[in-house]
T-cell receptor, first 115, second 108 residues
Framework: DVKVTQSSRYLVKRTGEKVFLECVQD?????MFWYRQDPGLGLRLIYF???????EKGDIPEGYSVSREKKERFSLILESASTNQTSMYLC??????????????FGPGTRLTVT | GQNIDQPTEMTATEGAIVQINCTYQ??????LFWYQQHAGEAPTFLSY????GLEEKGRFSSFLSRSKGYSYLLLKELQMKDSASYLC?????????FGAGTTVTVRA
């Protein structure tokens, strides 16, 4: 059974704190993604990685960074959390290839509140 | 993004049929995914159309026309548990572009 896990379901942080969100997948997938989801805006891609130590910016990378030191783990870092980063954060993974390989498997999400 | 357009909300009664349309700026022949997302949960895979035409899977069917950049998801014999958001997602390189989603509310 495919599985993507995220380190926390709920997180409350203060403005200015450094925040780490961890994601682990057990499917040996090459691609991993970080999204944020806000009401009315849908899923917006923050960063993605197609291999260990490789990363590319998505649509909204400002204020975020990522790390992928191992194939199964992809971390999202908020260098200095701000209130406008309060959101649901979703991690996903997919294999490389074409067609149905594009299917992404999602973790349960982390609801982050920055106060 | 790929200019994905789908209705924001739809409401229907139990047992009815609802059709969710999705238009997008097509960039090739990579098919299209539909995901279902219940409130507070992660999106889950619903269907994938690799070729043009209709794919049927139980109460759910999905249609795709790649040349027109058009797809629809058909939900039949609606049940209360079908109340969720439905996301249209065309592939974009090795990523997926997600629409904002259509929230379907099923009423008794």
């Amino acid at each position: 059974d495919v599985k993507v896990t995220q380190s926390s379901r709920y997180l409350v942080k203060r403005t200015g704190e450094k925040v780490f969100l961890e994601c682990v997948q057990d499917m040996d997938h090459e691609n991993m993604f970080w999204y944020r989801q806000d009401p009315g805006l849908g899923l917006r891609l923050i960063y993605f990685s197609y291999d260990v130590k490789m990363k590319e910016k998505g649509d909204i990378p400002e204020g975020y960074s990522v790390s992928r030191e191992k194939k199964e783990r992809f971390s999202l870092i908020l260098e200095s959390a701000s209130t406008n980063q309060t959101s649901m954060y979703l991690c996903a993974s997919s294999s490389q290839g074409r067609g149905h390989s594009y299917e992404q498997y999602f973790g349960p999400g982390t609801r982050l509140t920055v106060t | 993004g790929q200019n994905i357009d789908q209705p924001t909300e739809m409401t229907a009664t139990e047992g009815a049929i609802v059709q969710i349309n999705c238009t997008y700026q097509t960039s090739g022949f990579n098919g299209l995914f539909w995901y279902q997302q219940h409130a507070g949960e992660a999106p889950t895979f619903l269907s994938y159309n690799v070729l043009d035409g209709l794919e049927e899977k139980g109460r759910f069917s999905s249609f795709l026309s790649r040349s027109k950049g058009y797809s629809y998801l058909l939900l039949k014999e609606l049940q209360m548990k079908d109340s969720a958001s439905y996301l249209c997602a065309p592939p974009n390189d090795y990523k997926l572009s997600f629409g904002a989603g259509t929230t379907v509310t099923v009423r008794a």
